[in-house]
Each structure stands twice: as C-alpha cells, then as structure tokens.
C-alpha cells in the first residue's frame, strides 16, 4: 500500500515522502529551488559549478571519501542542474537509509574551497567546449535564448567560456549562502522508506544549518512573447552530415492544469512512435528525427519540436510539419488516436511507479514547485479525464504557430 507522509522541519526544510514498504530499494535527494534563472549575468553558470563543487568535499569527507562512500553504498546516485532545480539523489537498499541521508546531508554543506574552485572550472570549461561541438545542443541554447532573451529562462545552464573564466569562489559562496537555505529546499524520498526515522535524523543533521528566508519572486519572469532583439536565427555549425531545426510553440506552464492535455496532444503530434510526425517524416525515411515534447517552468511553458534530416530536406519536412500542424488546430484528435496515447501514457507512469528512484523525481518536483502530491492513481485519473473536447479548447488557448526557430548545421 502507497502511503504519503510530509512535514516541514522549524527551520523551514520540507520533506516529502512517498512509501512503498513492499519495494526493494529507497531513494532520496535533495531538490533546491536553484537553477539557471536565478543568477544574474556575472553568475551566469553558477548554479551548475556549484553542482559540482559539492562533490569536492565537506568539512567531514575529502573528495576521494565521498567518492568511496558512494561507491560503498552501491545503488544510482548523480546530481543535475536545470533552469529552475538543482537536484542530488540517489538509490539505495533500505537498510543504507541512515547512512545515505547522512551522507547527502553532509554534502549540502560543501567547504567550497579556492584550490577546488580552480580545477573544476577547467572541468566546466571543458563541457561547455564538448557542447560547442555538437551543433544541436547549440541549437537548443540558441532556441531558448531566442523565445526568453539571455537572461531568466534563456540563460544558458552550463554558462558561458566568459562567465566561468571570469566567476570567482566568493560570488560561489554567496550564491550559495543565498540559495541553499533549507526554507528553499525540499528533502525527497520514495519506496520502502522509514519516515520517522528520516525526519528523526534530518531534524539532527540540518539543525546547525542557518535559516534565513529565501524570497520566492522570480529575478527575471518570463516575457510573454520572445525579446525583439533575439539572437539570430542560423547556428554556426562545422561542417555535418545532418541539418537540425528546433522549434517553439506556447504551452502550459507548470501551475497550469492544462499542461496534462498538452503532453498528450504532444505525444499525439510528436512521439517516437505511432504519432503524425513518425508516420509522416521517420516512417517514410524523410527524417532522422521529428519529435515534439513539452516543458513546464513556473511561469511559462513550450511544445518544443525537433527535426534531424538531410540539409536538402530541410524546407520540404518542414512544410509538412507545418500540414501536420494545420490539420491537427482545424480538425483536432480522433477518439481513437487520444484513447491510444492514454493507454501508452498511462502504461509508462504503470512501469515508472515500480521504481522508487523514477517516482522520487516526481515526488520532489511536485513538492518543490506546487508543494503537491500526486499519487500514481491520481495521475492516471487526470489523463483518463482528458477528451476531444478538452483537446480542442486547449488549441483554442493554445494556437499551434511557431513562436522561435533556430536552424543549425544548414
């Protein structure tokens, strides 16, 4: 039986728990409401260092002891950056809970260090020059710059070569004085988790933190439409075999109760399988990929489309897609075609809920954005509801045009 527990600790940290006794294993993470919108141009990519320097070492474990301890643990652990979280987790079998909170604890309260500062920097250097070399992560970097402009929502995760170079330890620390506050985190779990116990011990661990409140305001909303001084349209690319396009269209945000139908009628016009996009353009070899997808933020949100293919082919693919787009805002979804995303949709959200490391990522997520829970039964429900109808006023709210497009490797 699912059970779903939540508490806030005194000094403002939220915990939320989904419990499955009868699971294998437990996960936990820490999910901080710090992302790339948060920083000001001179921290742009800061966010993400930080990611890294809390692996470097704590005041209680050198580098190569956190490395080691996880590795003594066994199970998945990782961190990842995005515009809006930063968030570290991990699985692991039940009877490591005490010691996996411990050491996840202890990593949220990082030494920062100058020497450690200084190496990681040429780590992120050199990532941020990987993906300069892959011209459809520039794509996408552009894209967002394009519809957001280069602050906010369009700043680019890994940062800048210019930003990194230039970004100091003492700007790190006090970006992370000012957001890693516990009123600004949430402490996750799923699967076969011991409740008590986890807010026992994260009581005693986080009570030396300091509290001070963190204001929710957005630094840099969204517009609502994209800047007129975007960023060009065109990616200078190397020379490739393959062109690439992105595209965006406006979507639900993350607060919107709409954003259930969107994902389905994205997965209808966009999946990598059965949907218009693949009978028109994969099906039929005139694409290596055409997919659509939606991302939610706090405050805006988007149908991404993505197309892969031969540069000749560019300009024909794209005007049928532009068909496929028309059909589906006059004439809407079939009943069949709707019915068989839901079952797909439901049948993957089936298959996610046996793993406590999948759900926990919903869990935190919901908790940290909307302070919600939504069970695997609830979810299903709210896909089920959705019909023709609701589609057809979704595209009534949401006009299938082209907001932003970014072509690269042309």
Request: proline share 4%; with cysteine; hydrophobic share 40%.
């Amino acid at each position: 039986m699912v059970e779903f527990q939540q508490t806030t600790l005194d000094n403002g940290l939220r915990i939320a728990a989904e419990i499955v006794p009868d699971a294998y294993t437990a996960a936990f993470g820490y999910f901080v409401r710090s992302g790339a919108r948060d920083e000001t141009d001179p921290e742009s990519g800061l966010s993400h260092f930080l990611e890294h320097m809390v692996f470097k070492g704590t005041a209680n474990r050198t580098a190569a002891e956190v490395n080691r301890e996880l590795d003594e643990l066994g199970g998945q652990s990782n961190a990842y950056t995005s515009e809006e979280q930063t968030v570290y987790y991990g699985t692991v079998l039940p009877k490591y809970q005490q010691r996996k909170l411990e050491l996840l604890t202890d990593l949220m309260r990082p030494t920062l260090l100058d020497a450690d500062f200084q190496t990681e920097r040429l780590v992120i250097l050199e990532e941020i020059a990987k993906y300069e070399d892959q011209p459809p992560f520039g794509a996408f970097e552009r894209s967002m710059e394009r519809r957001y402009g280069t602050a906010g929502l369009g700043r680019r995760v890994l940062g800048t070569k210019e930003s990194i170079e230039a970004m100091t330890p003492e700007a790190m620390r006090a970006y992370f004085e000012q957001r890693y506050q516990p009123g600004n985190m949430v402490l996750a779990a799923a699967g076969n988790v011991d409740f008590d116990a986890l807010v026992k011990q994260a009581t005693e661990l986080t009570a030396s933190w300091p509290s001070q409140p963190v204001s929710n305001d957005l630094l840099y909303p969204a517009p609502a439409s994209p800047p007129t001084a975007a960023a060009e349209d065109d990616v200078d690319a190397a020379e490739t075999s393959l062109a690439y396009v992105v595209r965006h269209y406006h979507g639900p945000n993350a607060l919107d109760p709409d954003r259930i139908a969107m994902r389905l009628l994205s997965t209808i016009i966009g999946d990598d399988g059965g949907s218009r996009l693949f009978w028109e353009l994969i099906d039929t070899g005139r694409a290596e990929a055409a997919a659509t997808w939606t991302q939610e933020f706090l405050d805006s949100g988007l149908m991404f489309l993505y197309l892969s293919c031969a540069r000749e082919d560019v300009t024909a693919n794209l005007r049928l897609i532009d068909g496929v787009f028309e059909r589906v805002q006059q004439e809407g979804v079939t009943e069949d075609e709707l019915q068989q995303v839901i079952n797909k949709t439901t049948a993957a959200a089936i298959m996610q809920s046996e793993r406590p490391g999948s759900r926990l990522f919903s869990v935190g997520s919901n908790w940290l954005t909307r302070s919600e829970y939504v069970g695997l039964d609830e979810m299903i429900d709210r896909y089920k509801s959705v019909s023709t109808q609701t589609i057809a006023r979704l595209l009534e709210k949401y006009d299938l045009q082209t907001i932003t497009e970014v072509h690269a490797g042309e």
